[in-house]
């Protein structure tokens, strides 16, 4: 589904079949948009943004994950774009793995899988240099360089000491990233090193609450503050952001 926001609230625009089941992630760089459909056999499908924020499918850009398009999908997690748009990533939980896929004119190709360093990846984003800063529900955060089809470790599996780390947020200033980890009420801070490396800086940065089961998260434009959506709480947290992180 597609909303316009207005400054009144929201206005729905477009609502089209995502080119599979269940979708669960989405992804866009300039006029392109893909999503993560998780149900069924998983899959990645592609379309064009109108001017006026409709969709339209991009015919052969239909991909498959790690299992070819045969039996259930592996746990499909996220999907997003590196930050020059030439490459889609996604996370399959149950395998352990994180596909690769080379995008030519808005077309994905065939996946190209990896192992993750850690068990159960889930979230990532991007720093500064386009190293992929990757959440592992096991209670680590990894780091890859990935370009073209380069595909390298670079901090391997980085515990947060809290369990269950969800999802990725990067500082504006792309010096530090934090993970919202749901099984403990928690978030964990590192700092980035230019190279993508991964210190972990404080297990607890912050805490969301017991049962708060902490998800997704955003900062403001500014950079100055890190919104938490709490699903357990159904609450939204909000924190503000020092300068060492």
């Known amino acids: 589904s597609v909303f316009a926001v207005n400054p009144n609230g929201l206005e729905l625009v477009d609502v089209v079949n995502s080119g599979g089941v269940l979708p669960v992630s989405l992804t866009n760089y300039k006029e392109w948009l ?16 109108g001017q006026d924020g409709s969709l339209s ?19 499909l997690a996220q999907i997003s774009f590196i930050s020059d748009g030439s490459t889609l990533v996604v996370t399959e939980k149950t395998t352990n793995l994180i596909d ?7 077309l994905a190709g065939a996946p190209v899988t990896h192992p993750s360093s850690g068990a159960v990846p889930f979230g990532f984003a991007f720093d500064r240099h386009g190293h992929a800063i990757v959440s592992e529900a096991s209670g680590a955060v990894s780091s890859y360089e ?4 380069v595909f390298n470790v670079i901090s391997p599996s980085v515990a947060t000491t809290q ?3 969800c999802w990725i947020a990067i500082s504006k200033n792309g010096k530090f990233a934090y993970t919202t980890n749901a099984g403990s009420g928690s978030i964990s801070s590192f700092r ?6 991964l210190t972990l800086l404080n297990a607890t940065a912050a805490l969301t609450g017991a049962g708060s089961s902490p ?10 503050y890190l919104y938490v959506l709490a699903g357990g709480a159904h609450t939204i947290n909000i924190f503000q ?5």
């Open 34 to 49: 893909y999503v993560l459909n998780s149900g069924g056999s998983g899959n990645i499908s592609g379309f064009s943004i």
């Open 57 to 75: 499918p991009l015919a052969g850009s239909t991909q498959p994950v790690s299992n070819g398009g045969v039996g259930a999908a592996p746990g």
């Open 100 to 106: 690769t896929y080379q995008v030519e004119d808005g």
């Open 146 to 149: 990935i370009d073209g089809n």
């Open 163 to 165: 369990v269950a780390a």
């Open 192 to 197: 980035i090193g230019a190279d993508g490396s």
């Open 215 to 224: 998800i997704d998260m955003a900062f403001s434009i500014n950079g100055q």
């Open 241 to 245: 952001m020092g300068a060492d992180g």
